[in-house]
């Protein structure tokens, strides 16, 4: 059975601090991982990653896949309290773009 | 920008009761989704579609029927409302071939059964 598993399940940092979100996965025919942010309401696109090894980067978010070991994780640098959200993971695991979920890693940045 | 409108963000609704969820796209995307997210859950696929009139069950469509009689309108129906269906409902579109940014999201629909 096709899965999606993030770590840690929530998270609570002070600003400034440096966060790192791992999404693992265990798909067949694995073709794109997602990652979402998601405040109070629809979750936002954050990043595509269809290539191992290769960094996507949006100023102070950065992620990056590991195809052989399955997983992708997101870098938050230099935290603000508009970076907490939940983080969603999803993965086309059978290239027809229907996402399979990860439950989400909720993240609280403190003032 | 690619909008997914859904119609409602709350609603309260009684057991047994038929419930409409509508949710209506403006950019022409053939695929649009009808998701469910509960705590320590995430978001799970009620139904698809890939096209008008085309629909495929996703993991959890017990108790749930869609409709999409146009390309930009996917409906999804509580047959009959059970208090287990409290959920945030979340639609989706994508574009058939070139999904480079995976999903574009309704705002969510948060539904209670009472």
């Known amino acids: 059975e096709d899965k999606v598993v993030q770590s840690p399940l929530s998270l609570v940092v002070h600003e400034g601090d440096t966060v790192t979100l791992n999404c693992s996965y265990e798909?067949?025919?694995?073709?794109?991982l997602l990652w979402y942010k998601q405040e109070k309401k629809a979750p936002t696109f954050l990043f595509m990653l269809t290539s191992s090894g290769i960094e996507k980067k949006s100023g102070r978010l950065s992620s990056i896949l590991d195809k052989k070991e399955l997983f992708s994780i997101l870098n938050i640098t230099a935290t603000q309290t508009g970076d907490s959200a939940v983080y969603l993971c999803?993965?086309?695991?059978?290239?027809?773009?229907?996402?399979?979920f990860g439950t989400g890693t909720r993240l609280k940045v403190l003032a | 920008d690619v909008k997914v409108t859904q119609s409602s963000r709350y609603l309260v609704k009684r057991t047994g009761e038929k419930v409409f969820l509508e949710c209506v796209q403006d950019m022409d995307h053939e695929n649009m989704f009808w998701y469910r997210q509960d705590p320590g859950l995430g978001l799970r696929l009620i139904y698809f579609s890939y096209d008008v009139k085309m629909k495929e069950k996703g993991d959890i469509p017990e108790g749930y029927s869609v409709s999409r009689e146009k390309k930009e309108r996917f409906s999804l129906i509580l047959e009959s409302a059970s208090t287990n269906q409290t959920s945030m409902y979340l639609c989706?579109?994508?574009?058939?071939?070139?999904?480079?940014?995976?999903?574009?999201f309704g705002s969510g629909t948060r539904l209670t059964v009472v």
């Open positions: 798909v067949t025919n694995f073709r794109s």
């Open positions: 989706a579109s994508s574009l058939s071939m070139t999904a480079a940014h995976g999903y574009t």
């Open positions: 999803a993965v086309d695991a059978s290239g027809t773009y229907k996402y399979i």
